[in-house]
């Protein structure tokens, strides 16, 4: 157990619908990845949050959207659902201090979204 | 661009035989390596990481990786391979933060390990 949750576990929606994703960091870690990993893309980074500010994007949609709440918790809105949004989205978190490039990412299970 | 190669997509191993699989990163920097072990519908398990120091590092579940500037390598090793062992195995890479830049992790395709007993 890496200490992340990521709720819910399974989502099957339909094209067009809007969901979101929830992540809680392990204690103390202040910074948030967002991954999706496809079949065809592999495990591509989304987005990071940092103690509540966005630190960088990858290659995320417009239809996609994150924050980072004072709790430190992490929502990823996916909106406007199309078929090959169908996906294993993982949530992961650092601590973000000490020597630059060292934090080491823990992740959590993943949600399995299914676009009908 | 900092990239992630693993040639191998699918290796089978028999169970008790050793077992090296091979990761190559394209990155301008001291490279800062991963990799990571994804058990079927689970997440993802870190087994050990490289940031600086000795180029042989020590993981969990007895594994063991080696960093090569020279051949731009960071090939994941175990000598005794345990049924337990089959899943996915991804190495990555961490653009090291600096200058605005992020601790994003680039991930390689994965490579598929399959033990027969």
């Known amino acids: 157990d890496s200490g992340v949750t990521q709720t819910p576990k399974h989502l099957i929606t339909a094209t067009g619908q809007r969901v979101t994703l929830r992540c809680s960091p392990r204690?103390?870690?202040?910074?948030v990845y967002w991954y999706q990993q496809s079949l065809d893309q592999g495990l591509q980074f989304l987005i990071q949050y940092y103690n509540g500010e966005e630190r960088a994007k990858g290659n995320i949609l417009e239809r996609f959207s994150a924050q980072q709440f004072p709790d430190l918790h992490s929502e990823l809105n996916l909106s406007s659902l199309e078929l090959g949004d169908s996906a294993l989205y993982f949530c992961?978190?650092?601590?973000?201090?000490?020597?630059?490039?060292?934090?080491?990412?823990?992740f959590g299970p993943g949600t399995r979204l299914t676009v009908l | 661009a900092q990239s992630v190669t693993q040639p191998d997509i699918h290796i089978t191993v028999s169970e008790g035989a050793s077992l090296e699989l091979r990761c190559n990163y394209s990155y301008g920097a001291t490279p800062y390596l991963f990799w990571y072990v994804q058990s079927p519908g689970q997440g993802l398990q870190l087994l050990l990481k490289y940031f600086s120091g000795d180029t042989l590092v020590q993981g969990i579940k007895g594994f063991e990786a080696e960093f090569k500037r020279s051949q731009s390598s960071f090939n994941l090793r175990k000598p005794s391979v345990h049924w337990s062992d089959a899943a996915e195995y991804f190495c990555?890479?961490?653009?090291?933060?600096?200058?605005?830049?992020?601790?994003?992790?680039?991930f390689g395709t994965g490579t598929l390990l399959a033990v027969q007993p």
């Open positions: 990555a890479v961490g653009a090291p933060r600096y200058g605005g830049a992020t601790n994003k992790l680039i």
């Open positions: 204690s103390g870690d202040l910074s």
């Open positions: 992961a978190s650092s601590v973000e201090g000490g020597v630059v490039g060292t934090d080491t990412q823990y």
